[in-house]
């Protein structure tokens, strides 16, 4: 087949798993991936079956592209499951331990969690929220955000959770499209010392309209901002004081929705992502225990908000299935100090770390020195998620924050697969830094051309070494269920490029060993004069650089060439940038991956434009370098950023 995409990085160093970390593992036997294949419906239902039905499910699984169904005529509740069962046989045992951004420390057990996830769910009913209804959280990260996705659950209500650092815009946006009945939010929460007045923002977004909205629950968190009088207002405090601490789990059909999430937005206008409850819980369930090795007594520190997928999978839903205890953090890395993950995992004796390759940039860049003062012996394990990890972030992870002894989990899923989709296992794998190495057990990927030839073969002892479109082959449990009341994008999107497959819009390569290496968003790659170059390994090759803390990269118009390529690249605070540099930065990826990957412009900036997830939005650097009025923005954590690069490019250019 012809290679759509050129894979230029060679990245040959090795990790296999510590002997004695393979000997306690929960899953140490590569035959599981034969096992899995074999039947991969068996596989699921044995997963499922380790949560608890109030009816048994009968057919595993049904599927006619696009549409899946599993666990079919399955009744189950997903609070039952996340709290109820474990509050049974072990209330004392902690949940949740959160530290706010001002230092205050709360240790929420089993039982706790079951007396105020049902006051709540019995509040949310006593303002007409009835199963099927769809009820909007907008709060901090506060024990109290879980607590709300759980009680929607409890009574059968469906979430969609909005990042609380959204505009009112975007607020009203996802409230309206989810036509919700409650808004749940708070006076507001702490980031960077500073409060966010998410109650405001609320009675903004009310004011400009959301008509379907009934009630807005408000939670004290950060003080003196007052609730309005009247009906439509509610104190959470005063709303959930009178009610009892028994509320039933309404039973839920295995395909009923537990939730609506809107996309990132780095590619464009957020997809409300429908994800339903038996599939979804089994699958989030399956994966936090083999992909994080969860233990009984692991404290899972995963540092994303759960207003994007990973905190509704890797804080809530899967974690606390397996009886798990999460440690949540409010507020900004670098409150009051640069080292607050690090005194968080010292303070807390966190086992398990989940973060984003950005994050790990930025903490490369402020220095080692932060981590190196803490006490991080009680991390086992490492995971990254968001975007691909290049191969010296990951060295970095490896050794300075997991001391060389902690496998490291680059998990590569996406709001709508729902949970891990290609993974290590941590017993099993041999990780090479940059690899998100293989499906999770159960899970086919192909690798496509833009013809949709193939597939090529992926496992390992694969011969083959190809790249193109990551396609995932089978139906798989958590898959999204569509985007909320647009079946036409849910089509176009994602199955209309290759026929009845899941086209992730990602590229991919493999190597030799059957190893995957993401390449980023297909719409980023590049065509300069008729190679495909993927900037991610462009990125890679640059922050490769002695100098380089951060980059991105984008193909612009080329008369001869057809793209040409530009880099925005961030130095070190240390270095001070010259033009010998520059031409050395330059000429490095070159080295690094040869002369067709050399960029023909360098922009030296302060700042990259990202999504309030910490993804870099190529598109707007597109726009910028190709003089085009800037896509929606609506998603960027910071406006101003791109305005400066904007006039900072167009300057340069003349
Ligand atoms: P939108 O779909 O609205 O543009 P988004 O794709 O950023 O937003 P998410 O669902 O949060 O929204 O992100 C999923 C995407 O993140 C994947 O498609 C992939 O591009 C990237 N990604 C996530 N994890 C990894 C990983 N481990 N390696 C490489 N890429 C990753
Ligand atoms: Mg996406």
Redesign the pocket.
């Known amino acids: 087949m012809s290679q759509p995409i050129e894979n230029l990085l060679h990245e040959n160093r090795n990790f296999p798993p510590a002997a004695d970390f393979v000997a306690q593992a929960n899953a140490s036997d590569p035959a599981i991936y034969a096992e899995a294949d074999a039947d991969y419906e068996a596989w699921w239902a044995k997963w499922a079956r380790e949560l608890h039905w109030f009816e048994p499910f009968g057919a595993v699984c049904e599927f006619e592209a696009p549409n899946a169904k599993w666990f079919l005529g399955g009744k189950l509740n997903a609070a039952y499951n996340c709290i109820d069962r474990h509050a049974e046989a072990n209330p004392d045992k902690v949940a949740i331990i959160w530290e706010g951004e001002p230092g205050d420390v709360r240790h929420v057990t089993y039982g706790e969690l079951k007396d105020e996830v049902s006051r709540l769910g019995n509040a949310l009913k006593q303002l007409g929220v009835q199963k099927g209804d769809r009820v909007c959280i907008y709060l901090p990260m506060v024990p109290e955000l879980p607590m709300a996705m759980l009680a929607c659950a409890r009574i059968g209500a469906a979430h969609t959770v909005v990042f609380g650092g959204f505009s009112a815009e975007s607020l009203q946006e996802r409230t309206n499209d989810a036509e919700a009945k409650v808004i749940i939010t708070a006076d507001g929460g702490w980031r960077r010392g500073k409060v966010v007045p998410l109650l405001q923002i609320t009675e903004e977004a009310v004011s400009k309209g959301c008509p379907t909205v009934q009630s807005v629950v408000v939670l004290n968190r950060a003080g003196d901002y007052p609730i309005p009088t009247g009906s439509f207002y509610h104190a959470w405090s005063e709303l959930v004081a009178s009610q009892a601490t028994d509320c039933p789990c309404e039973p839920m059909d295995s395909e009923d929705m537990l939730f609506i999430l809107y996309?990132?937005?780095?590619?464009?206008k957020?997809?409300g992502i429908v994800h339903t409850t038996g599939g979804y819980l089994t699958q989030t369930y399956a994966t936090t225990k083999l992909t994080f090795d969860l233990k009984p007594d692991d404290i899972f520190f995963c540092t994303a908000d759960c207003g994007?997928?990973t905190g509704h999978s890797y804080i809530t839903y899967g974690p606390l299935a397996n009886g798990g205890t999460v440690l949540m953090y409010e507020g900004a890395p670098d409150t009051p100090n640069k080292d607050r993950f690090w005194r968080l995992i010292e303070r807390h004796k966190a086992t398990i770390l989940y973060t984003a390759p950005t994050a790990i940039r930025t903490f490369m860049k402020w220095g080692e020195h932060f981590p190196a003062d803490c006490d991080l012996s009680s991390l086992r394990l490492l995971g990254?998620?968001?975007?691909?990890?290049n191969p010296e972030a990951w060295v970095w992870y490896h050794e300075h924050i997991g001391h060389g002894k902690c496998p490291i989990v680059?998990?590569?899923?996406?709001?709508?697969t729902g949970a891990h989709m290609?993974t290590p296992l941590p017993g099993i794998t041999a990780n090479k830094p940059g690899s998100?190495t293989h499906p999770f057990p159960g899970i086919a990927i192909s690798i496509l051309d833009e013809q949709g030839e193939g597939p090529v073969v992926t496992g390992p002892g694969s011969e083959t070494t190809a790249s193109g479109f990551l396609v995932i082959d089978r139906p798989w449990p958590s898959m999204t269920r569509g985007i909320y009341n647009d079946p036409e994008r849910f089509q176009a999107t994602y199955w209309s490029k290759f026929p009845g497959k899941y086209f992730?819009?990602?590229g991919v390569a493999v190597d030799d060993d059957g190893f995957l290496w993401?390449l980023?968003?297909v719409d980023d790659i590049m065509l300069v004069a008729g190679h495909n170059i993927s900037t991610m390994e462009v990125e890679s090759a640059l922050v490769d650089h002695h100098a380089v803390a951060e980059a991105a990269v984008i193909g612009r118009t080329h008369d001869l060439k057809g793209q040409a390529i530009a880099a925005f690249v961030i130095l070190k605070s240390e270095v001070t940038e010259t033009p010998a540099l520059v031409d050395e930065i330059r000429r490095h990826v070159a080295e690094k991956i040869g002369p067709i990957a050399r960029p023909d412009d360098m922009y030296l900036c302060g700042e990259l434009p990202k999504?309030r997830?910490g993804?870099i939005m190529r598109r707007l650097l597109r726009d910028i370098a190709e003089g085009r009025a800037l896509g929606d923005t609506t998603?960027l954590a910071d406006p101003s950023v791109v305005a400066t690069l904007k006039l900072q490019y167009e300057e340069k250019e003349g």
């Open positions: 996309t990132s937005g780095s590619t464009g957020p997809k994007w997928v990254s998620v968001g975007e691909p990890i680059d998990t590569w899923w996406q709001t709508e290609v998100a992730a819009g990602d993401l980023g968003r999504t997830s993804k998603t």
